[in-house]
């Protein structure tokens, strides 16, 4: 079974400061996909970035980018001119690459941007 | 856009409740899943269906089950309520995209508490 390991609960950052965000999987599969999900203070959840695995390329998205180190099994974040709306919860999510595979997620992290 | 609603946005059951928790999608979506989120614990996988009259159990099944009649339309059911089940429940769609990229797109979720 796959597991995704998001090891900061908690993270604050400056505005337009930088900051990243860790997450790591663990899966024995050479073909998946990787995301970044935000959830803002009583909002709906939405997509941040993803990234395909077979790809060396680290996805990017306006300030947004990601480090993708497959060997490692590591996927961070990396949120670039940090803005107060960027304040929300991060989840890290893994799914295979085959069709109708659900997301493992990660616990997520609580991103404070401070002013 | 694509949209994803839930019936209620904040629900109060007493422990022994049928309880019903509605999610329509509007973009003619294959899949459909059913998390619950909690703190501390992330996102967890309660049921997905992948196609009209098929369900599939998730990681945490017990106490649940799901209807999905018509396509954009996806049920979760709590035959008996527990004070267990008080949580956060997020539906999500998604369908298979042209690179094989399920992206999820969730609903605003509903905040059910059990008395």
């Known amino acids: 079974a796959q597991t995704v390991t998001q090891s900061q609960p908690e993270m604050s950052v400056q505005e337009a400061e930088t900051v990243t965000l860790s997450c790591t999987y663990d899966?024995?599969?050479?073909?998946?996909?990787l995301f970044w999900y935000k959830q803002p203070p009583s909002r709906q959840m939405i997509l941040v970035i993803r990234?395909?695995?077979?790809?060396?390329q680290n996805a990017t998205e306006n300030r947004f980018s990601v480090n993708f180190q497959k060997a490692a099994k590591s996927f961070s974040l990396k949120i670039s001119d940090s803005q107060l709306g960027d304040t929300a919860m991060y989840f890290c999510?893994?799914?295979?690459?085959?069709?109708?595979?659900?997301?493992?997620f990660g616990k997520g992290t609580r991103l404070s941007v401070i002013a | 856009d694509v949209k994803v609603t839930q019936s209620s946005r904040y629900l109060v059951k007493r422990t022994g409740e049928k309880v019903f928790l509605e999610c329509v999608q509007d973009?003619?979506?294959?899949?459909m899943f059913w998390y619950r989120q909690d703190p501390g614990l992330g996102l967890r996988l309660i049921y997905f269906?992948?196609?009209?009259?098929?369900?599939e159990k998730g990681d945490i099944p017990e106490g649940y089950s799901v209807s999905r009649e018509k396509k954009e339309r996806f049920s979760l059911i709590l035959e008996s309520a527990s004070t267990n089940q008080t949580s956060m429940y997020l539906c999500?769609?998604?369908?298979?995209?042209?690179?094989?990229?399920?992206?999820?797109?969730f609903g605003p979720g509903t905040r059910l508490t059990v008395l």
């Open positions: 990234q395909e695995a077979y790809k060396q």
């Open positions: 973009m003619d979506h294959e899949n």
């Open positions: 999500a769609s998604s369908v298979l995209g042209r690179e094989n990229t399920d992206t999820q797109y």
């Open positions: 999510a893994f799914m295979k690459h085959a069709g109708n595979t659900p997301l493992v």
């Open positions: 269906s992948y196609d009209v009259k098929m369900k």
């Open positions: 899966t024995s599969e050479n073909n998946y996909y």
